[in-house]
Nanobody, 124 residues
Framework: QVQLVESGGGLVQAGGSLGVSCAAS????????MGWFRQAPGKEREFVAV????????RYTDTVKGRFTISRDNAKNTVYLQMNSLKPEDTAVYYC?????????????????WGQGTQVTVSS
């Protein structure tokens, strides 16, 4: 069965860096686009970044461009999100998801499997 397991969240001061990972299993990882999403308290889940199956194409939401980097290692069935210059407004639960198609858009419903999420807290 498909499993996505995030790790690496934590507490960091504003301006700091943190990386989160998502280990995938149960499917041919390299055949799927993968995305990162986040949900802050009281807010709807939102798109953060997406990466194509071979890692060559990426897309980011405007609020994280230039600060966050999505990447993947298909040999390890893992997708990463490196977050730099973190801001308090980046505080959220971060989720990875498997895209249901070759889709680079921001629709949070264009995913068929989700991880359980990992908390990222940025203190001011």
């Amino acid at each position: 069965q498909v499993q996505l397991v995030e790790s690496g969240g934590g507490l960091v001061q504003a301006g700091g860096s943190l990386g989160v990972s998502c280990a995938a299993s149960g499917f041919t990882f390299s055949s799927y686009y993968m995305g990162w999403f986040r949900q802050a308290p009281g807010k709807e889940r939102e798109f953060v970044a997406v990466v194509s199956g071979n890692g060559a194409v990426t897309r980011y939401t405007d609020t994280v461009k230039g600060r966050f980097t999505i990447s993947r290692d298909n040999a390890k069935n893992t997708v990463y999100l490196q977050m730099n210059s973190l801001k308090p407004e980046d505080t959220a639960v971060y989720y990875c998801a498997r895209r249901s198609s070759y889709y680079l858009g921001e629709n949070v419903n264009a995913n068929d499997y989700w991880g359980q999420g990992t908390q990222v807290t940025v203190s001011s």
